[in-house]
């Protein structure tokens, strides 16, 4: 399965939450493996090996040697006593140059009795046909789920779920961090981040206060107006600058 969305839309916690459910169930509890490897925390693509080797047998080993015994194990057709499901998130950091760390990993579940399930997660909808090769796209599957930004209403709920016990926000503070959140993003994490920031603006002032719009407010400001933001802002008008000089000089020519 491949699982792809813009961040903050809950694909990982999705994931996690339905193995949780599995092991919970008294039926299902111990009958399979689960191995978790993220692209972005390996140092190159070939250690994505070694990593999923160490999780299934505590074993260290190097990472040739680990694609080696990830192999003879995966494609030996004994009945093996648990199925693996392994999740690989931010699976396009993975996919380098030459593209055989994601064949190798998407092929094990191709393999007779190999008993594995395979689920990557990525940004980007498109990552199969945009940036894969056609013998890597076929491996990876047709089971595809996309996870679409969320809505004001959606992360309205979301936010205050998390609130629950709490009454220090305002509904209409609330609203506006939904609104905005999901007028650029959808992402559920931007939106908690910025309660979490107003939050800590009113600790320092007066922790009896309720948290309004107006505190809402400066918290955004303070994003739109800090460093990142402003550098980004600074070189997109330079970039512009110079690409107009550019064009009058060849205009000249």
């Not at 080993?61 to 694609?67: G, K, P």
């Not at 076929?138 to 309205?156: I, N």
């Not at 503070?173 to 959140?181: P, S």
């Not at 007028?183 to 994490?189: F, L, T, V, W």
Request: hydrophobic share 40%; proline share 2%.
């Amino acid at each position: 399965m491949y699982i792809s969305g813009v961040p903050g839309t809950g694909k990982t916690a999705t994931v996690k939450r339905v193995i949780d459910s599995i092991n919970a169930d008294l039926l299902m509890k111990h009958s399979f493996k689960y191995v978790e490897i993220n692209g972005l925390r390996l140092a190159n693509p070939h250690q994505a090996f070694s990593v999923i080797w160490k999780e299934l047998t505590a074993e260290t080993v190097s990472s040739s040697r680990a694609q080696t015994l990830l192999n003879d194990h995966f494609s030996n057709k004994k009945v093996k006593e648990l199925s693996t499901i392994l999740l690989v998130d931010e699976v396009d950091h993975i996919c380098n140059r030459k593209q055989d760390v994601v064949y190798n990993i998407l092929d094990w579940p191709s393999q007779t009795g190999s008993k594995v399930v395979v689920i990557t997660i990525a940004n980007t909808m498109d990552l199969p046909e945009r940036a894969l090769r056609g013998c890597v796209t076929s491996r990876m599957g047709l089971t595809r789920l996309v996870f679409k930004p969320y809505t004001f209403q959606q992360l309205q709920e979301i936010i205050m779920n998390r609130l629950i016990g709490n009454s220090s926000f305002d509904p209409d503070a609330v609203q506006l961090v939904a609104r905005k959140v999901a007028a650029i993003s959808g992402d559920a994490r931007r939106a908690l981040d910025i309660c979490r920031r107003a939050i800590d603006l009113v600790k320092s002032e007066d922790e009896s206060q309720l948290i309004t719009i107006n505190h809402v407010n400066q918290v955004l400001n303070a994003i739109l107006s800090g460093v990142r933001v402003t550098a980004i802002r600074y070189n997109s008008f330079t970039c512009c600058v110079l690409f107009l000089y550019y064009c009058h000089s060849i205009v000249k020519l």
